[in-house]
């Protein structure tokens, strides 16, 4: 599958809604409350914002020549599909880190699209936005982020017990980082459109 990462767009609304309204429960922890095509353009509009004010860097994952039945087009006629995203919040310039996060829909699992999407945004964070120390988490129950994370060059530092509780079960989360300095992980990345 060919996917590449960019920015959202507000025209994205539609297919994201798509998303969320056939989202497994593995990404149902992972999206707003508001599954609507109201809610979607929320999002959206929150997540544009707020990277133009410097506050985020949030990148779609989107794959071409997917068949879904849908319209939508990347203008030289092959199709696309919203697959996921990969976001880095909470950037702090004065101690130059930011908040790791991703999601993906289920057909895109397993195929390493998200941890080469995850490697570009490292690029981009470290050479081209200067962020030193990039930070995530992930339950420890949860193997497929924690090899997403291990195959962006994310070390773990440490465990945080008990710290989620999802449907009245504590979970323990591992912290994990990865510095500026640190090796880049070899792994292939997947090619990132720029801003229109």
């Known amino acids: 599958m060919n996917a590449i990462v960019r920015p959202w767009h507000s025209d994205d609304a539609g297919a994201l809604a798509e998303v969320f309204e056939r989202a497994d429960d593995a990404l149902l922890s992972n999206i707003p409350d508001d599954r609507t095509i109201t809610g979607a353009r929320a999002w959206i509009e929150t997540i544009t914002d707020a990277e133009a004010a410097g506050e985020l860097c949030a ?48 057909e895109a699992r397993g195929q390493g699209l998200v941890s080469a999407a995850l490697r570009s945004l490292v690029d981009l964070l470290h050479d081209d936005l200067g962020i030193y120390r990039l930070e995530l988490g992930y339950r420890v129950n949860n193997p497929a982020s924690a090899s997403v994370a291990k195959n962006a060059g994310f070390i773990v530092e440490g465990r ?34 720029a801003p229109h």
């Open 59 to 106: 990148r779609a994952i989107v794959g071409h020549g997917v068949d879904d039945g849908d319209d939508a087009d990347d203008g030289d006629g092959s199709e696309q599909r919203i697959l996921g995203n990969v976001i880095a919040s909470g950037i702090e310039r004065r101690h130059s880190s930011a908040w790791i996060s991703y999601w993906s829909v289920a």
């Open 160 to 193: 945080e017990r008990e710290k989620l509780l999802y449907d009245g079960t504590r979970y323990d989360t591992e912290i994990c980082a990865r510095l500026s300095g640190d090796p880049r992980h070899p792994g292939a990345r997947l090619p990132m459109a």
